[in-house]
Nanobody, 115 residues
Framework: QVQLVESGGGLVQPGGSLRLSCAASGISFSIYTMGWYRQPPGKQRELVATITSGSTTTYADSVKGRFTISRDNAKNTVYLQMNSLKPEDTAVYYC?????????WGQGTQVTVSS
C-alpha cells in the first residue's frame, strides 16, 4: 500500500518560513520523481516544484528563489523549504510521486500566510 504523508504546514506571517515534509512508503522512493503541488482557495491545483531521481529540480516561476525542494532517499522523504512566504502562497500543499504511468498523491497539508 502506497502512502505519502505530508507534515509541516501551519499558519505563518508574511516573510516567514516553513518546511514541509513528505514521508513515502510502499514505493521504491529513490527512483520516483517527487513533487509538490498546491491548490489555493477557489483555484485549480498547480505545480510548485519537482525533483527527479537524479536530483534535477524544477520550480514554478512564482516560487523561484524562495522555495527549495530536496530529497533524502535514506529516509524516503522529500522536503519543501519555503522562505519569504507571501499571502498568495496560502494553499493546500500536496506531495506527489511519479514513475512512468504510476502516480500517487498525499492527503495535503494546509499552509496559511497571514498577519
Amino acid at each position: 500500500q502506497v502512502q505519502l504523508v505530508e507534515s509541516g504546514g501551519g499558519l505563518v506571517q508574511p516573510g516567514g518560513s516553513l518546511r514541509l515534509s513528505c514521508a513515502a512508503s510502499g514505493i521504491s522512493f529513490s527512483i520516483y520523481t517527487m513533487g509538490w503541488y498546491r491548490q489555493p482557495p477557489g483555484k485549480q491545483r498547480e505545480l510548485v516544484a519537482t525533483i527527479t531521481s537524479g536530483s534535477t529540480t524544477t520550480y514554478a516561476d512564482s516560487v523561484k528563489g524562495r522555495f527549495t525542494i530536496s530529497r533524502d532517499n535514506a529516509k524516503n522523504t522529500v522536503y519543501l523549504q519555503m522562505n519569504s512566504l507571501k499571502p498568495e502562497d496560502t494553499a493546500v500543499y500536496y506531495c506527489h510521486a511519479r514513475l512512468s504511468v504510476s502516480d500517487y498523491w498525499g492527503q495535503g497539508t494546509q499552509v496559511t500566510v497571514s498577519s
